[in-house]
């Protein structure tokens, strides 16, 4: 089924490790994007793309960095996460229709 | 600089009563407007867009380019349509393909 997924949902990790956000898309969308959102509030840009090679940053300053080597893949790596990171991250992907999100995946960095 | 303004944080209402959730933007290009909703612990979903002009679960919102207004309406509200209600911003023309959203309001439709 033509889907957008995100793994893991939930993720409680240390200062300082270096942790990938996995988003995979079935869809054969070109744009993807990354938004930072605390459950309820506002959802902040952090990173796009338009296709393969191809990735921007949002509008939102984050330390994390993505790539797009696939089509249907969009990681987010966080190389060194600190407690300022402990927030929900989503993924979407888009066409003429509109975005369609993933579950989000809530990262907790202790 | 593109923008999307949601005054109102909070929209609380009895059910049956009318709702008008407000959204306002700022681009100078031909932009694309989305409302899209969030019901508690499901994933943010598409609800409607201005190019389709369709009426979603009752929900309609009419493109004012004048007063550069998205705002989204339901003549009798429900207590299913308690959610987060955030508009967004886009633009199909040229390279611009980002997706701005609004800070997004709560609607509380009380029995």
């Known amino acids: 089924e033509a889907d957008i997924y995100q793994t893991p949902r939930y993720l409680v990790i240390g200062t300082g490790k270096k942790i990938t956000l996995e988003c995979s898309q079935t869809m054969g969308h070109d744009k993807m994007y990354w938004y930072q959102q605390d459950p309820g509030m506002e959802l902040h840009l952090i990173h796009y793309?338009?296709?393969?090679?191809?990735?921007e940053k949002g509008d939102l300053s984050s330390e994390s960095t993505v790539s797009r080597i696939r089509t249907e893949h969009f990681p987010l790596t966080l190389e060194s996460a600190r407690p300022s990171h402990t927030s929900q991250y989503l993924c979407?992907?888009?066409?003429?229709?509109?975005?369609?999100f993933g579950q989000g995946t809530r990262l907790t960095v202790v | 600089a593109q923008r999307v303004t949601q005054p109102e944080k909070l929209l609380s209402v009895f059910k049956g009563a009318p709702v008008e959730l407000k959204c306002n933007y700022s681009?100078?290009?031909?932009?694309?407007l989305f409302w899209y909703v969030q019901y508690s612990r499901q994933r943010l979903q598409l609800l409607l867009r201005h190019i389709s002009r369709e009426s979603i679960k009752g929900f309609t919102a009419d493109l004012n380019k004048g007063e550069t207004s998205f705002h989204l309406k339901k003549p009798f509200a429900q207590e299913e349509d308690s959610a987060m209600y955030y508009c967004?911003?886009?633009?199909?023309?040229?390279?611009?393909?980002?997706?701005?959203f609004g800070a997004g309001t709560r609607l509380a439709v009380h029995p």
């Open positions: 681009y100078s290009g031909s932009p694309e």
């Open positions: 793309s338009y296709g393969v090679n191809s990735t």
């Open positions: 967004a911003l886009t633009s199909n023309s040229g390279g611009y393909n980002k997706l701005i």
């Open positions: 979407a992907s888009r066409d003429r229709r509109g975005a369609f």
